[in-house]
């Protein structure tokens, strides 16, 4: 499993009624490049009139979506694992994509995350994403 995200260009009815054109990002769980932004495009398609374009693609540090929501946040989480021969600490950073009405609300799902693990974790930092929408794997 891996996520990509790409970077769309349409053109969007903002609420004021002008018609602008916008980038936005998408994350997709997808084995290939082609295969997210082909997903992006399909996804896409009914809501947008005239011209799309997917104009890049890239594979992503994030290891895990939690909570799809109204917004999206990337969490950085430290998830410490201790040598056994030195006894060293080895510090893991991992980045989440965590959904939510509001940073609050993200927040709290991230702490709830660490309640249902088994392993001792830390969040570094939550911030919120340029992500707009996340689309998972076809089954």
Known sequence: MSYIETT?????????????????RYLVDALTNTEAIA???????????????????????IAEVFNTGDRFYIAKVDIPTVNEKTGAIKHNISQWLVGGTDFNDAYEMVLREFNESMADMELVSLAESPIVEFYPAKL
């Open 8 to 24: 769309a260009s349409y053109e969007k009815m903002q609420e004021n009624g002008t018609v602008r054109k916008v980038h936005e």
């Open 39 to 61: 997903t992006t495009v399909e996804r896409l398609t009914p809501y947008v009139s005239g011209d799309l374009n997917v104009s890049a693609s890239k594979t992503t540090k």
